[in-house]
């Protein structure tokens, strides 16, 4: 799957001590920033994409009761943090698998991204720089990562790699 994408923003980085590529700082930063909000942004981000007329119908099916657990653990180990969703809840490759052979659809995907960036904002993550790098995040991950494999759960590979994020964007991966 090609990993490739954006990479940072020197935007991203002004004004603020960082070395390009320090992870360590950006995980810092969401950890002492979102624990509390990012079980509130998944539910905000749900009741937005239930309520929206194009997406409702791919969100409306019964979720794993673990679902609010299991994607903020997902998007903790993202972000940096520790490999809670891979060691306890799957692989790469089985998630990418959940979001394939849907054909094309770039209005919703157009649209779940708007609905992520009206969640940070319901549910308090004010400070513009964190919003824009979770942003340019959940984008990459809806157009790229999750629509890689649009013609088949089929084809998507084993092996996939989480990928990382931090204030650089998409990190290198190992």
């Not at 360590?24 to 969401?30: G, P, Q, R, S, V």
């Not at 052979?101 to 992520?116: K, L, V």
Request: proline share 7%.
């Amino acid at each position: 799957m090609g990993m490739s994408g954006s990479g940072g923003r020197e935007g991203h980085r002004r004004g603020r001590m960082r070395s390009p590529g320090d992870g360590a700082a950006f995980t810092a930063c969401c950890v002492a920033r979102l624990p509390h909000t990012t079980p509130s942004a998944i539910h905000a981000w749900h009741e937005r994409v239930v309520a929206d007329e194009v997406l409702a119908h791919a969100f409306r099916a019964p979720v794993h009761p673990q679902h609010a657990e299991r994607l903020a653990a997902y998007w903790a180990e993202a972000w940096g943090g520790p490999p809670t969703y891979s060691e306890r809840y799957g692989t790469e490759s089985a998630v990418v698998r959940m979001h394939s052979g849907n054909g094309p659809h770039p209005e919703m995907n157009r649209r779940a991204i708007a609905c992520f960036a009206r969640a940070l904002e319901d549910v308090g993550v004010h400070d513009p720089e964190l919003r824009s790098v979770l942003n340019a995040y959940f984008a990459w991950a809806t157009d790229t990562a999750m629509d890689a494999y649009p013609r088949s759960k089929d084809d998507v590979p084993e092996g996939l790699t989480l990928a990382r994020w931090s204030w650089d964007g998409l990190q290198a991966m190992s």
